[in-house]
């Protein structure tokens, strides 16, 4: 029997319900396509049973990847994308909404600002490790629809405090850490996607998944100071409410689409006891504290950029000035999301820990180079400084990251292909959240150098020496000479 061409998706559930038995509209029953010759599974159709569960589920059959596994996976990723990227977005509110905060009458020390821009980042970084888990206890769909749906404890708590200036200090504190529940979301959607590709797929569904996600918090910093502004109502006052309510409906819209068209995988499990073994590996220790200086460095400086351009240039009093000054901070996350697939590709080309080693030294140069032309009050050679070191954090990010499966691969006995495959996937989240605990660091830096001498020039100097000592370490481990790293050109 020649097997019925599949769609490009279901669009109904009867369908839905005629894609998953192989059938087409008005066909008499018959029995399923045989499988190919050297087919995994005994099936080429998708099995889909109550609560969207794939029983199935074969990627690395090719029939049934090219029938109906790969739409299926697009469509997964697709809503995983579009939940992430607001998991982000969410994840990134309190950086520049802290802004506008003393504008509409809340009473807030410059630490306790600092605070609330580094709170959501303290709590997402610890929230992805046990996120890194709920795809296999509770399934994907299941788990991004729960985890969409937390999302609307920030932003709603935003819309009905953020009128109030009397609300209390403790309470904002309370609400910047719920907005850590978009943190974790990185950890489980990059676990789920991870199980719908086939070995060879899985780098650039894992990219584009990440790098959706990375757009949110550009987005969120682009589009709140608009939104805040546009709804003043003509007052002389921004409309602070307005940075939670504007992003519910398309919490809702991305909570029913992954309820609607995602899938749990009935196979999707996590190897626990792997994932504990990955801790007592060097190597991810390693390779999570050259994290922190790519990834931290963007979460980092994402968070508290907003807050550094209104400290550093005061003339932008009028909150319509600084709503115009504070929507192009959106343009370093953004170039930072854009340039990580380039460093991924470098390393590919060149090696992941000479562009990461490259990156880090030009980083230090960049950092002092700010702490240096402050004087000349320049906002625009400023905004530049900072696209560039933005940039090279993404550029970073892609090539530290992509060192991971390599280094994982040379630390393990050549027969051993399953524990290198096991640890790299156990590493690839542990180091995923400790990278985002720099996200915590760099505004507590700032924070504390600002505190201690009235400016941030202490906490910039850090950063430069900072990253000259990453730029060793990973030169020391990886690129020595003599090493088995350095003559596989990690």
Not at 96 to 117: A, K
Not at 140 to 168: D, H, K, Q, Y
Not at 308 to 317: A, D, G, Q, R
């Amino acid at each position: 029997m020649t097997p019925q061409p599949y769609s490009t998706g279901p669009t109904t559930d009867a369908e839905h319900e005629l894609a998953d038995t192989g059938r087409s509209p008005g066909a008499p029953d018959a029995a399923p396509p045989r499988p190919a010759e050297g087919s995994t599974g005994p099936e080429d159709r998708l099995v889909v049973e109550r609560g969207r569960w794939i029983t199935n589920w074969q990627p690395e059959n090719v029939r049934f990847w090219e029938g109906p596994g790969r739409v299926t996976a697009r469509l997964n990723l697709i809503w995983s994308v579009f939940c992430e990227f607001l998991g982000f977005a969410v994840w990134q509110l309190w950086s520049v909404t802290v802004v506008f905060l003393p504008q509409v009458g809340f009473d807030l020390t410059t630490s306790q600002q600092f605070w609330l821009v580094s709170l959501p980042p303290l709590v997402g970084a610890t929230l992805r490790v046990p996120y890194s888990f709920t795809v296999a206890l509770f399934g994907g769909r299941n788990w991004t629809i729960v985890s969409g749906l937390l999302l609307l404890i920030p932003t709603t708590a935003m819309a009905f405090t953020l009128g109030n200036p009397e609300t209390p200090t403790w309470v904002l504190f309370a609400i910047a850490a719920t907005a850590g529940f978009g943190g974790g979301n990185f950890a489980s959607s990059m676990a789920n996607i991870t199980f719908f590709y086939p070995a060879k797929e899985k780098g650039a569904a894992l990219g584009v998944n990440a790098a959706g996600g990375n757009l949110g918090v550009a987005v969120a910093q682009f589009t709140v100071p608009i939104v805040v502004t546009a709804f003043a109502f003509g007052t002389f006052q921004p409309n602070l409410p307005m940075a939670g309510l504007f992003w519910i409906p398309f919490i809702l819209l991305a909570t029913w689409g992954a309820w609607k068209y995602m899938h749990n995988l009935s196979h999707a499990k996590n190897d626990i006891k792997g994932s504990l073994s990955t801790l007592k590996e060097k190597h991810m220790w390693v390779i999570a504290v050259i994290y922190i200086g790519t990834f931290g460095s963007f979460m980092g400086f994402g968070s508290v950029f907003p807050t550094l351009i209104n400290m550093t240039f005061p003339e932008f009093s009028s909150f319509q000035v600084l709503g115009a000054a504070l929507s192009l901070a959106f343009m370093g996350p953004l170039v930072g999301s854009l340039s990580r697939p380039y460093g991924g590709r470098l390393a590919d080309r060149i090696g992941g820990a000479r562009v990461t080693v490259v990156c880090f030294l030009i980083m230090a140069v960049v950092t002092a180079g700010v702490v240096l032309t402050l004087p000349m009050a320049s906002f625009w050679l400023y905004l530049l400084l900072f696209l560039m070191l933005f940039t090279l954090t993404g550029v970073a990010n892609g090539s530290s990251y992509r060192m991971i499966p390599l280094v994982f691969r040379l630390s393990v006995k050549p027969e051993d292909r399953v524990g290198h495959e096991r640890k790299a996937s156990a590493a690839l989240g542990l180091i995923g959240a400790v990278g985002g605990y720099g996200g915590f660091a760099i505004p507590q830096i700032l924070n504390f150098s600002h505190n201690a001498t009235g400016t941030f020039d202490v906490a910039f100097w850090c950063f430069a020496a900072a990253y000259i000592g990453f730029a060793f370490l990973t030169w020391a481990v990886y690129m020595r000479p003599g090493t088995i790293y350095a003559k596989a050109n990690v």
